[in-house]
């Protein structure tokens, strides 16, 4: 049992971190920016384009 936690103590850096030295993130900070880009819509409408107007003849 304490082989197990001295495991997890050695290499908390890591499992929090990941690679990110190197470019590379990972582990819990991974995991939390991950959701970061699926965030939901405002709420705000897209932008429609203008309908064209047909002129009637004269």
Do not use: C, F, H
């Not at 050695?10 to 590379?24: H, S, V």
């Amino acid at each position: 049992m304490i082989a197990n936690i001295a495991v997890i103590t050695d290499n908390l850096d890591y499992l929090l971190w990941g690679r990110l030295a190197d470019g590379q993130p990972g582990g819990v900070l991974l995991t939390l920016d991950d959701p970061s880009g699926a965030r939901p819509p405002t709420g705000k409408k897209a932008a429609t384009p203008p309908v064209p107007v047909q002129e009637s003849p004269a």
